[in-house]
């Protein structure tokens, strides 16, 4: 039995007559301490996927198993951390991860959990920071923030929901490198949604294609087998990368062009008309 | 410091004030000089001119309660104002001040009641002399139009009567049945009806002429005037200073009392029979009523800046109850869509509601509680209470108060009902996967993260009770500065116009700076760097 399970799960919105099936019939199963990477076109549905995941939504029908356990609602034992930060922008970079300690570690002592804090905050490098708002912070340092926050729940699966998608190239590719760091010191069941291949290579260990929604599902996945740690500076020159790149790339653009070519099949047609200047010399003159 | 300075500057919202001090640094004199031509001197010009259009069209309007205040009249009433304050706090002090200290001030009081006698006598006389230069000069201009006006009065009679002597004649020739004979006899009497008429418009234009030289100011006379009341107005200040001081004094009367009694306890000891019980019941009398005097206080009356103060500590208790009330009402509106139908009837309908509705509502209410204010525990509670029991808390404060909850409540209300229900659906997201409890989802995310706009209500909220507290006043009588316009609305003094425009200032000086009070606390719990509006 794996340790998450997603069985034909399928969820839609909108009511009966006007309904848009997100995900149809996904299935997918996570071992423990397996870092996947969910890759996907922008609209197919990733991020429905890591809040069914997370138990911010119900599948329609279907389930999700964690441990074998039916998940119902969400919890700090999967640790989400959303695209958008969601840090609380009244509270300090201190006070946004001291809320999480606070209600997860209840029994914690003050100066047990200012030193707990302390620690995941020198550990994605915001030290000296403390005190700053949100808005004080870069965009790298607030995805920091809010991946420290959610470590420090110490959660069991860790729920990426493109992490990185918002931030400059170079601060990317540093968080990137930081928070596969931070896996490796201390593994973790992961899985990070993205629209990168390159990033996905770089960090999972196995990489799970989304088809084009609507109705999307996971397609087949892609077994990364490069060793850790790996260094991005070799690895454009490693052919094993370059080859999985490529393949997941292939792979990416061919279901998307099927999904497009099914998409003009049961479109409307439109009259190949063009409209025509019917208005005389003088008339446009005097207008 | 130059970036502190400039931060504070900013959150309280003096942003004028910025390149004041980036010029003291030094920084780009030439756009921060541009700055303070456009943010600081082109106000001060746009008001000196408004004083410059009040002061030159006020004296041309001419109302029945006398002329509209210049400026300058209006400062004078400021300053009388402010005055009237100053001295009743020195009588005051006056009252309770005993030993060396009441002798010495005593003396000085003294001293300036003598010196001030020889220069009432010169202002007197001053005056004198002004009424009389006053009169020969009015009666130099007066007299020629007198002459002019007897004159033309005599004329004007001796030819009404010609021409009715001969139209009588006329009648008496006019032949029966000669139609047009008759219409042109009609006529004639017609002209003479008119011709009489003008001749009396005349003559009251000549009086109004008079009317008008008698009435017009005499500047030395008002100078002298002016300088006189002055001086009365001490010396009453003075006397009254220095019966506060003498046998006025709280002091004084309870050394007098007490050797009375002492007098009394004396005789007492030989006394027998009737006497004994008469001299013990005078005893009791007296006992009692040393006991009243060690207690009394000056009976001061209501100055403007005590009536400013009572009227800011009832804008404040009327919106503290209406942020009691609104903050959570509001809270549970965001909250549940379903309580909002509840409640949007009653906002809708009690919203638009005038003060003037309110107030008498109130009044009827607090008054069916509170029907003994002398014997009620409340108003006995409010009278001991520190810095604001000398405010003598009455009903018509507590109504007024009310008045200014009903009326202010309401933007508070939808400004928290809306920054509740607009939070962040991501901030819900992280109180989900944390499971936070209701409170702590209410404590830690929803109400922080609704805190800028329940300031921005707030802010609506208090300048609105500060609008509606002024009419609550004027209408409850409750001591303020509502009362004190209509004490001078009613009173009709020379001055009682100036004083009420002074209190157009003092009211708008006041709503301005709870206005910034506000906008310093709305900045301050607001989180993201979009300014409040100022």
Redesign the interface.
Known sequence: MAFIELDNVSLGFGPDGDRTEVLTDVCLEVEENEFVAVIGFSGSGKSTLIALL?G?LLPDSGEVRIHGKVQT????D???M?Q?Y?L????SVYGNIE??VK??FPEMKTAERKQYIQRYIDMVNLTGAEWK???ELSGGMRQRLSLARTLS?QPEVLLLDEPLSALDALTRSQLQDEITRIWEEDRRTVVMITNDVDEAVLMADRIVPLTPGPNATLGQSFEVTLERPRDRTTLNFNPDFKHLRNEVTEYMLDINREAKELRVADAIELPDIQPIDLTTPSGRMAS | MKYKLIKAIDVAGLTFLTPVVRLCYGEEPKKQLQEIGRFIVVPLIAFAVFVGLWGAIAPRHKTKSGEVPTPLVVWDAASSIWRFHDREADKEDAYGLSGKTREQKLAIVEKRLSQLEPLETLANQHVKEANAARTTSVEELVGPILTQYEKLDAEFSAAQTEREAALKRDAGLLASADRAAREAYLQRVRDHAAKTEAEREQLKELKAEETAIRAEKFPQLVNALKAQTRIAEERQYLGKLSEQLGHGNRTLKLDEQMAQLRADQVTFLSAEGDAAFMLAQRIVRQEARIQKTSESTYAKPWTLPMQIYRSLACVFAGFLIGSAIAIPIGVLCGLSKTFMAAMTPFIALFKPVSPIVWLPIALIIVGGFIPDPDKHWLIDFLANLPLLGWMKINPAFIASAITVALCSLWATMTNTALGVASIDKDHLNVARVLRLGFKDRLFKIVIPSSLPLIFAGLRISLGVGWMVLIAAELLSSSEGIGKFVWDQFNNGASDSFAKMMVVVFVVGLIGLVLDRIMIVFQRLVSFDDAAAAI
């Open positions: 997370a911010l609602e969400p919890g700090p999967r640790g989400i959303f958008n969601s609380l922008p009244w509270l809320l999480a209600q997860v708002k949100p808005h729940m």
